[in-house]
C-alpha cells in the first residue's frame, strides 16, 4: 500500500489527516448564495452551442444508456442542431456534436442532466471563496406527460418553458432581491422533515414564500408571474435544484488539496458511477451503476423499466445531505419499506465514513446532532460501508417512474485509493470517457 | 361490562367519530360583528373560562382595554375602565360564541376572523386572524398607537384580500394541510411553519387571479410571506369546528375543549354540555426570550389555543416536533415518550395524522377524563409566555391541571352513576 510516497505510513496517515481536516474546514466554511440565472452558454467555461452536457463520469455514446441517449437526442432537437431524431443521432455519431459530464464544466444536472447551450441555470456562488456553482432547472415532464408517448416533444416542450417563463422570472425576482442564503434555506428544511436530495417538500415551500414578494415586483408581465407562480406552487423538488448548485460550489475549492482522500464528486450516468477525490483533482473513478430499490409510482413499472442509478444530484450525498441524512426524512423510507430506526441507523454508519460533523445543518431526530460531511474515501475502503444515495428512479428510455435509494459501489473507491497509493504523481484516473 | 360502563364506552366511540369525520374547510374571512353569533358593537371576547373583571389576568385587562379603545369605544385608558366598570361594554369569551382567540383571545366587532365550516355537520366556527410575530401584540394584552395602526391595516388591507384568495380557492380543507404539516416537524401548535408555508403555497395562484387592487396585494403577500404562525389560527378554527359536533353526547367522558385566561383552566366534557369545570391555571415551563426576562414576570397559563391539544395536537403530539423540545431542553426521547404515554388518555388514534417518526402511527385523539383521573398523565400544552402585564416573552409548555378533571368526574358520576 502507498508505495508511491516516499514516507513512513505514520507519516503519510497524518498527512492525509491534516490534509482531510483542511478539506472539512472548506466544506464547512462554505457559504452558498443563489445569486442569478444564467443561460449555460453565457457562464459555462468552454460551453459551446453544440455542447451536449450530460450527468455522471465521462461516458462513450456507444455506451450510453438509453435514457440519456434519448436526453442528448432531444437537447440536439432543443437547440435546433437538427430538426429529426435520426439526423440528431448522425451528428452524435459523426462527432459534430460534443459530449461531456456537466461537472467538467462548473454545472450539475438531476437524473440524465442534459444541459444545453440555451438552457437557464441558477447560479450559486459560495460567497467564502468566490466561485459559482450552476445546476440546470431539471424539473422535466411529469409522469403523465411520460405517458402521453411523445416524451421527445414533451420534454422539448418543458425546455422552452424553463428558458422562456421560469428562467427569466426568477432571473428578475433573485436579482431584486440580491440573493438569497442556501445555506440556511437547506437547514430550516432539515428541520421539516427533508433530507434535501429526495424530499425538499419544505424546502420549496420556503423558498416560494421568500421569492413572491419579489417575483411579484420584477415587472415581469402578468402572464409569466401567473405561470411562474402555478409552476413553484406545484415544484415540490424545484429546492433540488438550489441545493445541488449550492453543493457544486461547496465542493469545487475542496478539490485537489495534496494528500486529501475526501470525496469532491459523486456521479452517474446510468452506466458508470464516478467518483472524485480531492487530493487527485478532476480524475474520475468509475464502476458499474447499481440499481435503485425503490417504489414505483405505477403497478404496472417494475425493476425491468427501470435505467441504472443516474443523476448529478449525489452531489447532495457528497455534501452530508440526501441519503447521509435520512434521519431528517423518515418518510423517505415509505419508498423503500423501511423504518424510522433504519434511519437513524444509516445516519449513524454514514459518520463513520465521514470526517466530521456540519453543525449548520442540525438533525432533529438525532438530537440536533450535526449532519456528517466529508466522505473519506479510505474509510469507505478500509469499511466496506458506501455511501447511501436517494434518489428517483428513471425508466429506461427517459422520464421518472419511482424513488429510493442506491448503493454507491465500492470499486471506484477502491480503485481511487488505488490510484492514490501510487503516490502524488499517480493519479491514473481518467478525464475520458471509458472506451467501450 | 356493567351497563354504564357499556354506555361510556358506546358515547366514547361516538365522541371521537364524530370528531374524527369532521371535515373543516376555511370558507371566509369576515369582521367579527358579520359573522359571530351574539357579537355586537360593545362586545370583547377573551379566551376562556368566564371571569369577572376584577379577578382577571393583566394581558385579559389590559387587551379588553385596548380592544374598547380600538374600537373607538372610548379615547383613553381611564375612559375604557370606566366604561368596562359601569357594564357598558359586553364582556364574553370567545367559546361562548363559537370562536376561540389566541393568546388572551381578545376579539372586538370590527376585528377580521377566520371562518371554518365543518362540512360534515354544517356547524361553524371562528378565530381571530392572525396578528402578527410582534412580541407586542394585542393578543398578548398588548395595545398601543402603533398596535391599533396595525390592526386597522390588519382589518381594512389584509383580510379583505385574504377573503378574495379564500373565495377564489373556492374554500380550504384544512385537514389536508394539517397532515401534511404534522410530517413536517409541526405540532400545530407551538410550530406552525411547515403549514404557514403550504398554506401559502397553495393560496398564491388563486390571490392573484383574485381581483384585489395590487398595492393591498403587496402589502398582504409580504406579511404572509413572514408570518410562521399564520396558521395556527386556521387550525384553532378548524379544531373548534370540529370539536363542537362532538358536544352533548350523553354518557361521553371525551373532553371538548380545554381553555385558560391567565387566573383559571377550564374544561368541557361531551357528556356534561357547556359547563367548565376549573382550577387554577399553571405556571408555563420554557425559554424566555430575552436573558432578563424570568419565571417572575410571567402571567399563568392563558389561551384557547389548547383546542389544538383538545383534538389530538400540540403538546399531544411532541413526537412529531422535536425542535420544540428545544424551549423546555428537551430530547427527542422525551418528546416520543410523551406521545407515547398520551395514547394511554385517549379513547382512539387518528389514522388521518401520522408520526414520522413513530414509523407513521397515528395521532392520539379524545381525551378521557376518566384516563386522566386514572393515571395521573395530564396533558401537555405547547404553549407561549406571556408577560403578567402584556406581551409575549417567551415559549414552552404545561400541564393541564388534574383538579378539573376530578372535578368534571364527579359531575359525572353525580349525573349519570347515581340517577
Redesign the interface.
Known amino acids: 500500500m502507498f508505495l508511491g510516497y516516499e514516507m513512513e505510513p505514520k507519516e503519510l496517515q497524518a498527512a492525509v489527516d491534516e490534509a482531510n481536516q483542511k478539506a472539512l474546514g472548506i466544506l464547512l466554511a462554505s457559504q452558498p448564495v443563489w445569486t442569478d440565472v444564467r443561460q449555460a452558454i453565457e457562464v459555462l467555461p468552454g460551453m459551446t452551442k453544440s455542447t451536449i452536457l450530460h450527468a455522471g463520469p465521462p461516458i462513450a455514446w456507444d455506451r450510453m444508456c438509453e435514457a440519456q441517449r434519448n436526453g442528448v437526442i432531444n437537447g440536439i432537437l432543443y437547440e435546433r442542431l437538427a430538426d429529426a431524431r435520426d439526423e440528431a443521432i448522425r451528428m452524435v455519431e459523426e462527432d459534430k456534436v460534443i459530449l461531456a459530464p456537466c461537472h467538467d464544466y462548473g454545472t450539475v444536472g438531476g437524473m440524465a442532466g442534459i444541459t444545453t447551450a440555451s438552457m437557464p441555470l441558477v447560479q450559486v456562488r459560495n460567497e467564502r471563496t468566490g466561485n459559482d456553482g450552476y445546476s440546470q432547472l431539471f424539473q422535466g415532464p411529469d409522469v403523465q406527460a411520460w405517458r402521453s408517448e411523445d416524451y421527445s416533444s414533451a420534454a422539448v416542450k418543458q425546455w422552452c418553458y424553463l428558458e422562456q417563463v421560469l428562467g427569466p422570472a426568477l432571473q428578475g425576482a433573485i436579482r431584486l432581491r440580491g440573493g438569497l442564503d442556501v445555506k440556511s434555506l437547506l437547514a ?1 428544511a432539515l ?3 427533508d433530507e434535501c436530495h429526495n424530499r425538499n ?2 424546502g ?3 423558498l ?3 421569492m ?2 419579489y417575483l ?2 420584477a415587472g415581469i408581465g402578468r402572464q409569466m ?2 405561470d411562474s ?2 409552476y ?2 406545484r415544484a415540490e423538488q424545484f429546492c433540488l435544484t438550489l441545493g445541488m448548485a449550492a453543493a457544486k460550489a461547496t465542493v469545487e475549492p475542496a478539490k485537489g488539496i495534496p494528500y486529501c482522500t475526501i470525496v469532491t464528486t459523486m456521479a452517474r450516468n446510468g452506466t458508470d458511477f464516478g467518483i472524485k477525490i480531492s487530493a487527485l483533482g478532476e480524475a474520475w473513478f468509475t464502476a458499474s451503476a447499481n440499481p435503485v430499490q425503490g417504489l414505483y409510482f405505477s403497478s404496472e413499472w417494475g425493476p425491468q423499466d427501470a435505467a441504472l442509478d443516474m443523476g448529478d444530484s449525489a452531489i447532495m450525498e457528497t455534501v452530508g445531505l440526501g441519503g447521509m441524512v435520512q434521519a431528517s ?3 423517505l423510507q ?1 419508498f423503500v419499506g423501511g ?2 430506526r433504519r434511519a437513524l441507523e444509516l445516519t449513524r454508519e454514514m459518520r463513520g465514513i465521514s470526517v466530521g460533523t456540519n453543525r449548520d445543518y442540525q438533525l ?5 446532532e450535526g449532519a456528517p460531511i466529508g466522505i473519506d474515501a479510505r474509510r469507505v475502503v478500509e469499511s466496506g460501508i458506501t455511501p447511501i444515495l436517494d434518489t428517483a428512479i428513471a425508466h429506461k428510455a427517459g422520464g421518472v417512474i419511482g424513488a429510493g435509494q442506491a448503493r454507491a459501489p465500492l470499486a471506484c473507491f477502491e480503485r481511487a485509493m488505488e490510484a492514490f497509493s501510487q503516490g502524488p504523481a499517480g493519479a491514473t484516473g481518467s478525464r475520458k470517457a471509458t472506451p467501450a | 361490562m356493567s351497563d354504564l360502563k357499556a354506555s361510556i364506552a358506546a358515547a366514547n366511540q361516538e365522541t371521537v367519530d364524530r370528531i374524527l369525520a369532521g371535515q373543516p374547510v376555511w370558507v371566509d374571512v369576515r369582521p367579527a360583528i358579520e359573522v359571530v353569533p351574539g357579537m355586537t358593537r360593545n362586545m370583547v371576547l377573551h379566551s376562556s373560562p368566564r371571569i369577572e373583571w376584577g379577578r382577571m389576568c393583566g394581558p385579559h385587562r389590559n387587551g379588553i382595554i385596548g380592544a374598547v379603545l380600538f374600537e373607538g369605544l372610548a379615547q383613553t385608558r381611564d375612559e375604557a375602565i370606566h366604561l368596562i366598570e359601569n357594564g357598558d361594554i359586553l364582556i364574553d369569551t370567545c367559546h361562548n360564541h363559537d370562536s376561540v382567540g389566541a393568546g388572551a383571545g381578545i376579539t372586538s366587532a370590527s376585528m377580521p376572523v377566520v371562518v371554518v365550516e365543518n362540512k360534515t355537520y354544517g356547524n361553524r366556527a371562528y378565530c381571530d386572524v392572525f396578528e402578527s410575530g410582534a412580541l407586542q401584540s394585542l393578543k398578548w394584552g398588548w395595545y398601543d398607537e402603533k398596535v391599533g395602526a396595525h390592526l386597522h391595516w390588519l382589518a381594512e388591507v389584509f383580510a379583505p384580500v385574504l377573503r378574495a384568495g379564500i373565495e377564489c380557492m373556492g374554500g380550504l380543507d384544512v385537514k389536508s394541510i394539517v397532515a ?1 404539516a404534522v ?4 405540532e400545530c401548535h407551538n410550530r406552525s ?2 403549514a404557514s ?2 398554506f ?3 393560496l ?2 388563486y390571490l ?2 383574485s381581483q384585489v387592487k395590487e398595492a393591498d ?2 402589502q398582504a ?2 406579511f ?2 413572514k408570518a410562521d404562525h399564520f396558521f395556527l389560527h386556521v387550525t384553532m378554527a378548524a379544531a373548534k369546528a370540529v370539536l363542537e359536533p362532538a358536544k352533548d353526547i350523553p354518557y361521553s367522558t371525551v373532553v371538548t375543549a380545554m381553555a385558560r385566561n391567565g387566573v383559571d383552566f377550564g374544561i368541557q366534557v361531551s357528556g356534561l354540555g357547556n359547563e367548565w369545570f376549573t382550577a387554577p391555571a399553571g405556571k408555563v415551563d420554557g425559554l424566555y426570550f430575552r436573558s432578563e426576562w424570568g419565571p417572575g414576570d410571567a402571567a399563568l397559563d392563558l389561551g384557547d389555543s389548547c383546542i389544538t391539544e383538545t383534538v389530538g395536537l400540540g403538546g399531544l403530539i411532541q413526537a412529531t ?3 420544540v423540545q ?1 424551549y423546555v431542553q428537551g ?2 426521547a422525551d418528546a416520543i415518550r410523551n406521545t407515547v404515554e398520551f395514547r394511554e388518555i385517549c379513547v382512539s388514534t387518528n389514522r388521518e395524522l401520522q408520526l ?5 402511527e397515528g395521532t392520539p385523539v379524545g381525551i378521557d377524563i376518566r384516563k386522566v383521573v386514572q393515571t395521573g398523565i395530564l396533558p401537555i400544552l405547547d404553549t407561549g409566555i406571556t408577560s403578567k402585564e402584556a406581551g409575549l416573552i417567551g415559549a414552552g409548555q404545561a400541564r393541564a391541571p388534574k383538579e378539573c378533571f376530578e372535578k368534571a368526574l364527579r359531575a359525572f358520576v353525580a349525573r349519570y352513576a347515581q340517577a
Not at chain 1, 364 to 368: E, G, I, Q, R, V
Not at chain 2, 356 to 360: G, M, S
Request: proline content about 9%; glycine content about 4%; charged content about 20%.
Open positions: 430550516k428541520q421539516m422533515g417538500v419544505a420549496s415551500a420556503l416560494m414564500r421568500e413572491t414578494p411579484l415586483r408571474l401567473h407562480i402555478d413553484l406552487a426524512a423518515p418518510a415509505q423504518s424510522f432533529p431526530n438525532l438530537d440536533f | 401534511k410530517q413536517m416537524g409541526d411553519i411547515a408555508s403550504l401559502f403555497k397553495d398564491m395562484p392573484l387571479r396585494l403587496l403577500v409580504d404572509l410571506a416536533a422535536p425542535t428545544q430530547t427527542l414520522p417518526n413513530l414509523d407513521f
